[in-house]
């Protein structure tokens, strides 16, 4: 029987927060760049919302990941 790993379901669990984070910060961030189409800066705004959006894409992956892994462990590259 496999235990879980604690510390590694706390540090996934932190990543999800982060990915929570994010997940509300891009549309905030997109709807203010189309809010503000006369603005100076509304391409780099915009430029970042997107960037944040694929963030919080990529931290939400990462997230599950590390919580699976502490779950059910890593797999190991056996010869046999």
């Known amino acids: 029987m496999m235990h879980t790993d604690k510390d590694i379901l706390v540090k996934g669990i932190k990543y999800l927060g982060y990915t929570v984070v ?6 905030i961030l997109i709807y203010q760049a189309f ?16 960037i944040v959006g694929l963030g919080a894409l990529f931290m939400a992956f990462w997230a599950i990941k590390t919580i699976m892994d502490s779950l059910f462990g890593k797999k190991k590259n056996r010869k046999q």
């Open 22 to 27: 994010l997940m509300f910060s891009s549309p």
């Open 35 to 50: 809010k503000n189409q006369q603005h100076d800066l509304y391409i780099p705004v915009l430029v970042v919302g997107f």
